[in-house]
């Protein structure tokens, strides 16, 4: 059958064929580690969410060979999110290990990989924010599939929740409200559009700030996000 033939009968996406068709039987089992090049089977939840901290605080540095290695900066405030990033990059590329490097108030959690490049294709000289951000459409499809995945590992990176506390006096002594709101701060044009269609296909309410800010705070949207964001742990 033609790869159109089988996707039709297996719902299975044709790059996705196509890619399981091209591994060459000379790779051994035991060398094959990349859901590109060797259709090794990706986990679509936790990449959406590594994609997020990748866009956000992610960086790829070509080592020697042709190896790549591939750095998440994790505050020390937060060890829960060290530790889902620690999570995500096992998870993504299971055949490889988990590295830690300490630095002052932050910890580096980092892989190295030759398949870097393929796994994050926006890997390129310079800033994230001077180049062009153009997700694949493989990756469009997990997106699109995992997005809240997607905008945790976004917000994780470079957003924040906050909470704003206002004091209302009350002939029975002063309350305080609190009106918590979220907000995505990143350079990129093109990262925070992926982040603000994302948003819209949760159908999330957005504003934005300024040039570089973007904003939740209407409280339904909020409540949407603390089902699968929430403070910073
Ligand atoms: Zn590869």
């Known amino acids: 059958m033609t790869v159109r033939e089988v ?13 399981w068709m091209a591994v060459p039987d000379k790779i051994p089992e035991s060398k094959r ?14 990449y959406a969410y590594l994609l997020g901290l990748y866009l956000g605080d992610g960086h790829i540095a ?12 994790c505050c020390d405030d937060w060890p ?11 998870a993504v590329l299971p055949t490889n290990s988990v590295g830690q490097r300490q630095r002052t108030g932050c910890t580096i959690v980092n892989m190295t990989s030759k398949h870097w490049p393929c796994i994050f294709p926006q890997h390129g ?6 180049r062009a951000i153009v997700l694949k459409g493989w990756q469009d499809e997990i997106v699109s599939e995992f997005g809240e995945e997607f905008v945790r590992g976004l917000i994780h990176s470079d957003g924040c929740r906050a ?17 918590p709101r979220y907000f995505f ?3 990129s044009d093109d990262i925070r559009e992926l982040f603000t269609d994302t948003l819209d296909r949760l159908g999330i309410e957005w504003k934005r700030s300024n040039k570089r800010i973007i904003s939740i705070t209407k409280k339904e949207a909020v409540a949407r996000l603390d089902e699968f964001v929430g403070p910073k742990y």
């Open 7 to 19: 996707h039709h009968r297996l719902g299975v996406g044709q790059s996705t064929l196509r890619n």
């Open 33 to 46: 580690s990349c859901p590109r090049c060797h259709g090794c089977p990706l986990d679509g939840s936790a």
């Open 62 to 73: 070509h080592g020697r060979k042709g190896v790549f290695r591939l750095d998440i900066a």
């Open 80 to 90: 829960g999110l060290t530790e889902a990033a620690v999570q995500a990059l096992a």
């Open 125 to 130: 000289p310079g800033m994230k924010h001077t």
């Open 163 to 179: 909470v704003n506390r206002v004091r209302r006096p009350l002939k029975g002594g002063d309350r305080w409200y609190e009106y």
């Open 185 to 187: 701060t990143n350079a």
